[in-house]
Nanobody, 122 residues
Framework: QVQLVESGGGLVQDGGSLRLSCAASGRTFSAYVMGWFRQAPGKEREFVAAINRSGTWTNYADSVKGRFTISRDNAKSTVYLQMNSLKPEDTAVYYC???????????????WGQGTQVTVSS
């Protein structure tokens, strides 16, 4: 098992930027594919971005392509989500998650953080 703790959320204005971090502990971080998901009030949790073990493969939801960037630092056991040009519709609780296969399917991710709130004001 790997334990995940997100940080970096907050309140930002339309067009602003935030960088989320997810620190992992427990099992070897570099063994995991990492993903970011988000859940807005009244909506299902949705995929945002994923990155493979070496960082050579990334995948993004269409709604965030060109604005968000996922990266990882295996030496620090941390995955990041740089979010630029934020919009009010990006408001959600953001979760990081870990899996052993390169996938964007939510059900394949077995380890989850507690989430961090991102609020974008108009």
């Amino acid at each position: 098992q790997v334990q995940l703790v997100e940080s970096g959320g907050g309140l930002v204005q339309d067009g602003g930027s935030l960088r989320l971090s997810c620190a992992a502990s427990g099992r070897t971080f570099s063994a995991y594919v990492m993903g970011w998901f988000r859940q807005a009030p009244g909506k299902e949790r949705e995929f945002v971005a994923a990155i493979n073990r070496s960082g050579t493969w990334t995948n993004y939801a269409d709604s965030v392509k060109g604005r968000f960037t996922i990266s990882r630092d295996n030496a620090k056991s941390t995955v990041y989500l740089q979010m630029n040009s934020l919009k009010p519709e990006d408001t959600a609780v953001y979760y990081c998650a870990a899996t052993l296969v390169a996938t964007i399917t939510r059900g394949s991710y077995r380890n989850w953080g507690q989430g961090t709130q991102v609020t974008v004001s108009s």
